[in-house]
């Protein structure tokens, strides 16, 4: 995308209406209306690199940006039409630096995109080249696969069902990774000191378990394909009547948790209250009083809430009890929260030396939101030898 300074107003681009950003699939009674979210849900960005031609820029305006603004609820679309008058390099450079992943879309190789693609690839940006068939790749997009070849003048719509997946591969993977993959769910147990899988009740002769163990079967299945609401109603039966197990406090508490990531709002903040409630349940049980993955969630329901004492004290007694890569992380997003830089970056930090993966899941995660700008977190999150 060109970066050549502003030239005064051109009627070509102007921005389109924005369009209606879709929702997570999340039943009914947990949908607020569009209108009521904040801005503060594009922090997060996609920055197009593309020569300013105008079948290129239309394609963007008309098909991409409404393509990718739809799709996903937290990612703007960034490109050198947003420049304004004044320091162009730097608004151009401070884009690049702060973009999640740099879509080049090019049928030629100017010097501008070539400068646009450097500053990506030195951020440790994730690159998805989009070329017209037959260019040639420079050499330093040589091992960048590319992701969609083009025909004529630009893409076309066929294309962009192409790039969105791409992208979403490079930019939220991490995310659906720990919201909806039992893996990952088993692995956060391990990191709070579970040993395995939970265990399974013995005791055949009990009618109340052979109840239990088919209402987890069926609760697991309906929260892995994320039917939040069934989860619910499947579980807060025994949540209420005090014939839950462990398992089943975690897996209601950490369900309202999804159901809250996936809306804003008041209706938000009543499912991380029903969080927090339903762990606070489980604790008040003698033999669960001291259940890591259930102080886990009363920790988090704390943060969401915004109680950040809380939080950090529930967090720091995890810490004590089982060090691990989760509280770190977690602690990370305290400090974060209260714009403390450097305790974010010191436990982020330890966080991603223990798993990797956090760094990945702190691009999307929007606890980061107030520390985003900051150069040095850009580079903790971005640093490609933390990403192998």
Known sequence: MASHPPKGRRSKRRHEKPPERSLHTVPAPLIVPLDSRGDNRRLRSVFVSLPDKRPLVQYL????????????KRLRVQSFLELRSGDWLHQLSRGIALCNALILITDEFSPNVMM?????????????????KGLRLPSMLRSVQVSQWFRGQSPVPSDTSCIIPILEEAVY??????????????????????HGAPREESNDADPIVHIRKDALHHA?????????????????????TRVANEEMYHLLSDTWFLAGESIDGTEATLCYQNMRRVAEKGL??????????????????DLKLGSLKEARRGFERLLRDFPGGNAHYNLACVAARERDIWSALSHLTKAVEMEPWYQELARVDP??????????????????KAAT
Not at 116 to 132: F, H, R, S, W, Y
Not at 284 to 301: G, N, P, Q, V
Not at 368 to 377: E, G, K, M, P
Request: hydrophobic letters at 45%.
């Open 367 to 384: 606890d980061f939101d107030n520390v985003w700008t900051n150069r040095l977190f850009q580079a903790l999150v971005f640093a490609p």
């Open 173 to 194: 993977t991490i995310m659906q990774r720990e919201t909806s993959d039992p893996r990952m769910k088993m692995q956060k147990r391990l990191l709070l000191g579970s």
């Open 61 to 72: 305006l008309k098909d991409l940006r409404v393509g990718i603004e739809s799709r996903f």
């Open 220 to 240: 697991r299945k309906e929260y892995v394909e994320g039917r939040f609401q069934l989860v619910i109603s499947i579980l807060s039966p025994y949540v209420e």
């Open 116 to 132: 646009e693609v450097g500053m990506g690839l030195a951020a440790g940006k994730p690159v998805i080249p989009v070329l017209k």
């Open 284 to 301: 008040k049980r003698t033999e669960y009083r001291k259940s890591l993955i259930l102080l886990k969630d009363r920790a988090l329901a």
